[in-house]
Every structure is written in structure tokens, then in C-alpha cells.
């Protein structure tokens, strides 16, 4: 694929169809900037478009929720061709040139499942059962699976009245791993590709030499096309990984859970306790490595979901009974990184962070290793702007190297 300048990328079309006679519009030169935005607890990656309208084309067409929408960006040789589905016109404001608003998007699957209902038994195993449930309700032509882990579970279940997108995470949530104790994710990554497996099973998947990103090697600039501006840090934050009082509070630290199983009927109280214990850390595997006390892996009681309304409705109907599932909170090892756009790096992937100790005591190029090392990255927003596109990652991991720097 050739190559450009780091961030490089070519918008080719934004189109909207009117479903009363399904004309297209092509309207991309009304754009000033795209955002795309995906999280490994959502069942959908959305987009959100910031137009620049000067023709009163929102009125006109018009534009509003349910309209289909077609676009393509480009790097290098390689055109990425998106389907997606309006779901909100908001901040529409007055401008010197026009107005501004910006038009939300979301998957296909994700709109259905509004106005779709399921209320069926089922039998088999749990993994077998989302995937049909899957297959029954998206767009095969537009819709593709990534990744869709067996389970080693079988169960006998009724689904009652609820939406496409509300079963498949709650099956999510019952789909025990092969390889670890831990439950199923679903969820889909800015490539429009959906997975449904567990966070630990993705290092096994990833690449085994991960994309490395290193924090001010160079400076960036319009002209620079080497590898190494290409996989530049520009900046990094981390995110309240060290607030003892917040971590201790809700338990992340030390605690007890209590589990009521509504299957089997029993209780089960599960202790647990992070020590700091250097021999045991393991920095090269960044979910559950070598470091995992008693009861780690807790239960998640509630699910981000893309608004409070559909939060709250699958909080009150989820079966927490026993389900252990690996925690993406605020005081896990997060660290943020802003890169040059690129159509390699995605949510669900191993990468390999390195960030240089800010005063090197002999030389250069020696590594914090309390921050470098591999992570997943667990949350993804791209950036396109008229001059140039940027990343911005959030990346967990599980293990630290305790101590300080000789």
C-alpha cells in the first residue's frame, strides 16, 4: 500500500438516501469533520458527522433519523466503504457561512433492534445461539463478523420479548471462555466488523509482533512519510490509575461480592485482595497475566451502554447470577494515546506502547517501564479533519512493574 504523510487520508463520498423515492444525495462537501467512536462495551461503533450547511439542505432534502448513509475514506491504495444508519440531527446552530449541525450514526443492527423483538426458547450451546440470533437479524451484506469465539457452555434458555441487541449481550454475559474463567463480549469496531468472544481470548489472535507506538521519537509534520512518523505517540495521558481512595471505595482493591445464583439457586461470596507482589507480575501479558488473585474478573453489574434509557432497560433485565466477566473501569491501567490516523489500528488489539523516562539519568531511548509495554486497546476514536486524520486510544492492561528506576 502506498504511503503518504503521517494522518493521510482521503474523504471519497457521503451519500443520503430518501426513502420516499430513494434518491441519493452525495453531500460530503458539506463536511468539516467526521468522528468515528467505538468501545469494546458497546454492541455498536457510531459516527458523527459535523456539517457545514450553507444551502439549507437539512430542510430541503430533508435530513432526518432512519435515512440510510454510504461513505468512503481512502488510505493509500485501500477505500473502506461504510452503511450505516442515521440516528440523530443534533446542535443545529446558526453560522457567518450557514449552519452547523452534526448528523449521529449507527449500525444497521443497532436501529433494527429497536423495532424488533425476540421471545423464543432456545437450546444448545450459548455461542451457537447468539450466532444464529445474529445472522437471523443483520444485514449479511453489510454486517460482517470479525471474530466469533466458541463457548464451552450449552444451556436451555427463553428469551422473553426482548430486542436482537439486548439478547445478544445478555448471551454475551453466559458464554463461558475455553480458555479462562471469564465471560463473552460483544460488540463491533470502527471497521463495521462485529465480535463476540472474551477480552483474554484476543492474545491468542493478535499479530505476534503487535504494532509498536513510541512517544516523541519525532516530530510530526505534513511531509513526514516515514515508518517511524507513522507510528509516532503525539501525546498520552493516564487515567486515574493511582487513586487510592476511588480504587479502595468500590472495592477494585479489597472487598467481598456477594453472588446470588438465580439458576442454581445457591449464594456465593467471593473475597478478594490486590498485594503488590513484584515476582508475580507479569508485564508481557496484559489480561490476567501471571498476576490474578482469589476473585479478580468480578461481575459486571452494569453495562455502558449508548444512552441511559437502553442502560437502564437491559441493567433491569440482565441475570448477574455468577458471571464473571474482566472490568473496564476509570481505575484500571489505562493510558490515552493520540496517533496519526491509519487503517491498521482498532479497538480489540495488542499493541506495544513505549514511553522514554522524561529525565534519563545516562543515556536516551531508556524506557518508563511502569508505562511501556503491551496493551489492548479497548476504546477507539478517529478523527477526520480537512487537513489530516488522528487517533485517540484508550489502552488497559492488568500488570505493572513495581518499583522505581535505579
Not at 229 to 252: F, Q
Not at 307 to 313: A, Q, R, V, Y
Amino acid at each position: 500500500m502506498s504511503k503518504n504523510f503521517a494522518g493521510h487520508f482521503l474523504f471519497k463520498k457521503l451519500e443520503i438516501s430518501r426513502d420516499e423515492d430513494n434518491k441519493l444525495a452525495d453531500i460530503s462537501n458539506l463536511v468539516i469533520e467526521i468522528n468515528l467512536n467505538a468501545f469494546v462495551t458497546e454492541p455498536s461503533f457510531n459516527a458523527i458527522f459535523t456539517m457545514l450547511d450553507s444551502t439549507d439542505f437539512i430542510s430541503k432534502f430533508p435530513i432526518r433519523g432512519g435515512q440510510n448513509i454510504n461513505f468512503e475514506i481512502q488510505y493509500g491504495d485501500e477505500i473502506r466503504i461504510y452503511t450505516m444508519v442515521i440516528i440523530a440531527v443534533s446542535d443545529i446552530a446558526n453560522a457567518e457561512e450557514g449552519q452547523t449541525y452534526a448528523i449521529k450514526c449507527g449500525s444497521p443492527l443497532l436501529v433494527k433492534s429497536n423495532f424488533s423483538r425476540i421471545s423464543k426458547h432456545f437450546e444448545g450451546a450459548v455461542s451457537k445461539i447468539a450466532k444464529d440470533i445474529f445472522e437471523q437479524h443483520a444485514d449479511k451484506e453489510k454486517e460482517n463478523i470479525r471474530f466469533w469465539d466458541d463457548s464451552i457452555n450449552s444451556e436451555s434458555i427463553i428469551i422473553p420479548d426482548w430486542s436482537p441487541i439486548i439478547s445478544l449481550l445478555w448471551l454475551a454475559k453466559r458464554a463461558k471462555s475455553k480458555i479462562s474463567n471469564t465471560r463473552f463480549f460483544f460488540f463491533q469496531n470502527t471497521y463495521g466488523e462485529y465480535n463476540f468472544l472474551p477480552l483474554e481470548r484476543l492474545k491468542t489472535i493478535s499479530e505476534e509482533t503487535p504494532q509498536m507506538f513510541v512517544f516523541n521519537q519525532n516530530k510530526i509534520g505534513v511531509n513526514n512519510k516515514s515508518d517511524k512518523d507513522m507510528n509516532s505517540i503525539e501525546s498520552y495521558t493516564v487515567n486515574a490509575s493511582y487513586n487510592l481512595l476511588d480504587t479502595a471505595e468500590n472495592g477494585y482493591l479489597s472487598g467481598e461480592i456477594f453472588q446470588y445464583n438465580m439458576t442454581s439457586k445457591s449464594t456465593n461470596t467471593i473475597e478478594h485482595k490486590l498485594e503488590h507482589n513484584k515476582k508475580d507480575v507479569d508485564n508481557e501479558l496484559p489480561l490476567w497475566g501471571g498476576f490474578k488473585p482469589s476473585g479478580m474478573g468480578r461481575k459486571i453489574d452494569k453495562i455502558n451502554a449508548l444512552n441511559d434509557d437502553l442502560g437502564e432497560s437491559i441493567n433491569k433485565t440482565l441475570d448477574v447470577s455468577s458471571i464473571l466477566q474482566t472490568q473496564y473501569q476509570r481505575s484500571n491501567n489505562i493510558l490515552s494515546i493520540t496517533i496519526p490516523g491509519n487503517n491498521v489500528t482498532d479497538i480489540g488489539q495488542i499493541i506495544d506502547i513505549r514511553i522514554p523516562l522524561a529525565a534519563p539519568k545516562q543515556k536516551e531511548g531508556i524506557d518508563n517501564k511502569n508505562l511501556s509495554g503491551k496493551y489492548l486497546t479497548v476504546a477507539k476514536r478517529h478523527i477526520f479533519s480537512p487537513s489530516t486524520s488522528s487517533m485517540v486510544l484508550d489502552c488497559i492492561r492488568d500488570s505493572n512493574i513495581i518499583g522505581a528506576e535505579e
